[in-house]
């Protein structure tokens, strides 16, 4: 074991087992085998309910109806709802006996296309989607303004009901589906077959841990992640990548790249032409990207601060080392750029000047409104996590999928099902969805520091989280920031990462906001048909401007943010001078790119 290593190990036990105060009593002797065995018990039950408390189930629901049943006016309003709705489906149904083509009662959601298929028009099945919405609508009303209820209760008792409304949606249904029907009828019922063989290869490649059918047409190294480069350096957490340039002169300012570790990192190297990596590197810029190691139940006491210090700062004094260059531009993505800002932030305190602008994409530095993710963060849900993490040493990445899929499920459950078991088709695989399939694993430690500190309370924006035992505060990063939100973001809704404007005191915040998710918004190449962007720049002593009115007054534009982005990091950068070396003598390559541990399972 390196000294480096032995280093790690001892901070690592020192922060996992402090000395209890002395005040603190001593347990009884029965203490330690009973905590072992409500661990136990809860940790196993986690895996049967991927990973969702029913404590934090039932509670929120037994509140709702407590609050309900001392709501008389509530439950008079929602009796005449019931009434009129039952009343607008009645006319409905007379006027679609006479005039089919009568227009329907209630409208879908814009996102909600799954009755959009002209089927769905037809006698009767107008009349079951139209009833099925009009229930739903209800739904909505009888968990909504509940006097007394509080609103994050009230969100996950709405988020819930909506889950299982959505699982008994009539399109869920063979026999009420009509798309299904006549797929049967015309294929003698061959879709339901191929759909039966479609469900097994799925489960079987599930349980076995395979990839999903079509990922083998995709492999690292060859299709994915395929951008030039050498492995400069490595220790326990992370392998840094620099990139091969493909111009004679380069901007001096080097790009440090932090990814999530939720995620691997060649989604910003995704293949070729599809790659931020191979773009960045294309317009002139020396490119470094961290690619985090994929941890396993010895890696269980490695901390949130284990995280800061072995990849973003570790990766700067290489990556300034190599260039010889005193500033690096620094980009973040998702849970990388909350770790980036927390490093930014600890840098600026300390008088530490490295970083020459901080750009994060679909990152948050405040939780407060951070989206439906919310709904699987509270006491209940982050103790419930912790037993299941603590069992097993991490958070898997079948477990942390479930919950994102939740997020989303008539996109990626109920249609899934739809479409690949009950119609009997298959989706094409595609570069992002097979990295959408190589998952990852949360340390144990590092996961409930993040949880706790960042999701439930909200250290970081409140002036209380600790680096080097010392808080730190995001308004003390006062160098250039460029914040990138998606408009359909699950994870990081681009209204929660604008709060950047409320938090720095930043010379500048240029704020970019591009349609698309998470992932598919920021894989975002030029020719990518169909994007668009609005941005603007506030500087500071200018009056704060709220999301909707930055929306409105923000400046359009056709076509991928990439160019626009490229556009700003050159105005924060110096002049061009000849590239660096592949590495030094301090820091020779290792091996090429993407180096081994992108390859961990």
Known sequence: MTEESRTISRGAEDLACPPPPPEQERPNPGFYPTHALDRAFKANLARMTAGITPAGVVSVYFEWLAHLALSPGKQVELSEKALRKSLRLGHYVSRVASDPGASPCIQPMAQDKRFADEAWQQWPYNVIYQSFLLTQQWWHNATTDVEGLSPPRERVVNFMTRQLLDHWSPSNLPWLN??????????????????????????????????????????????????????????????????????????????LIVPAWIMKYYVLDLAPGKSLVEYLVDQGHTVFMISWRNPDSEDRDLSLEDYRRLGPMAALDVVTAITGQ??????????????????????????????????????????????ELMLFVGESQVSYLENMMWDQGYLDGYQMAGAF??????????????????????????????????ITRMPYRMHSDYLRSLFLNNDLASGRYQVDHRPIAIQDIRLPVLAVGTTKDHVAPWESVYKIHLLTDAEEVTFLLTNGGHNAGIVSEPQHPHRRFQMRTQRQGEPYLDPETWQQ??????????????????????AKTSPPPMGSERFPP??????SYVRQS
Not at 220 to 239: C, D, W
Not at 326 to 344: D, E, F, K, M, Q
Not at 347 to 366: K, W
Not at 590 to 595: C, K, N, R, V
């Open 178 to 255: 009509p798309e299904v029907i006549s797929a049967t009828l015309q294929s003698g019922g061959m879709n339901l077959v191929d759909g039966w063989q479609n469900l097994l290869e799925d489960w079987e490649r599930n349980i076995s841990g395979k990839p999903p059918i079509g990922a083998e047409r995709f492999s690292i190294g060859e299709n994915l992640a395929v951008t030039p480069g050498k492995v400069v350096y490595r220790n326990r957490l992370i392998e840094l990548i620099q990139y091969s340039p493909t111009t004679s002169q380069v901007h001096a300012e080097p790009v």
């Open 326 to 371: 005193p500033r690096v531009h620094g980009l973040g993505y998702c849970l990388g750029g909350t770790l980036l800002s927390i490093a930014a932030a600890g840098m600026a305190r300390d008088g530490d000047e490295r970083l020459a602008s901080l750009t994060t994409l679909a990152t948050q530095v405040d939780f407060t409104e951070a989206g």
């Open 405 to 438: 899929q939740i997020l989303r499920s008539n996109d990626l459950i109920w249609s899934r099902m739809v479409h690949d078991y009950l119609l009997g088709k298959r989706q094409p695989m595609n570069a992002l969805m097979a990295w959408n399939a190589d």
């Open 553 to 574: 007054i923000a400046s359009e534009h056709e076509g991928s943010w990439w160019p626009a982005f490229q556009d700003w990091l050159v105005s924060h950068s110096s």
């Open 590 to 595: 290792l091996e090429d790119a993407p180096g």
